[in-house]
């Protein structure tokens, strides 16, 4: 069984952009932890304690449908991740892998149009660097819509190599963003359901599945 730790900006990205396979991996008894770097909505001119607290409960909720029960939350500035020094993130998620020791790691693509995805991938790269008594051996990153699509072209896109059967799990994903609901559109918004539905169904039927979620490799050491 493998050991695995999500390292996601804002809750719903865990859900957005793999949670068939997080219900696979809890489905086939892996241990799994999610660790949540900021609230999600306090930078919105609108937040509240309130609104905090519902995106909290939202994403305990969602994390429950996929079958996790290991989650970390952390306090960094919601979309001002870039005021906090690089060495405070990176010692974050330190904190996590000594505590958890996970084998396999999942985070956010590293050019993400959001800045506390860029942030997160280099926090998690940073705290990764690949040492002897590593116990992390596999780094996958995946996409978030309304962030991947929406990076700048001039810069890498994302390019998978890796993907999932997610048929058997998707609808765990859908019931999963439910709780989310206040965070998705409506269609043609790429953060719509008819949009996320699209994609699994893409990554999947070119891969021979009817749904897949994709990711793109950083980094698989076999000793």
């Not at 919601?78 to 974050?92: E, R």
């Not at 996590?96 to 050019?111: C, K, L, S």
């Not at 048929?167 to 790429?190: G, I, M």
Request: charged letters at 20%; aromatic letters at 8%.
């Amino acid at each position: 069984m493998k050991n695995i730790l999500i390292v996601v900006a804002h809750s719903d990205d865990e859900t957005l952009g793999m949670g068939a396979t997080i219900a696979r991996h809890t489905a086939n008894g892996d241990t799994v932890n999610v660790m949540f770097m900021t609230d999600g909505v306090s930078s919105r001119s609108n937040s509240t304690n309130s609104a905090c607290k519902e995106r909290h409960l939202a994403a305990q909720k969602a994390m429950k449908i996929l079958g996790v029960t290991n989650l970390h939350f952390f306090d960094f500035p919601d979309n001002s991740m870039d005021t906090v020094p690089l060495i405070q993130l990176v010692k974050a998620v330190e904190s996590v892998i000594e505590h958890r020791n996970p084998d396999t790691i999942y985070t956010h693509y590293a050019y993400d149009l959001n800045i506390d995805h860029q942030l997160t991938h280099s926090a998690v790269m940073t705290a990764c660097r690949p040492q002897r008594n590593s116990t992390v051996h596999t780094i996958l990153s995946f996409e978030v819509l309304s962030s991947t699509e929406w990076s700048s072209p001039s810069t890498p896109t994302f390019n998978p190599q890796y993907f999932v059967n997610s048929s058997h799990f998707w609808e765990k994903k859908q019931q999963a963003l439910q709780c989310y609901a206040q965070e998705l559109r409506d269609f043609p918004h790429s953060r719509s359901l008819p949009c996320i539905e699209a994609l699994g169904t893409l990554r999947g039927a070119t891969n021979g599945f009817e749904k897949a979620e994709a990711f793109y490799i950083e980094r698989i050491l076999i000793s």
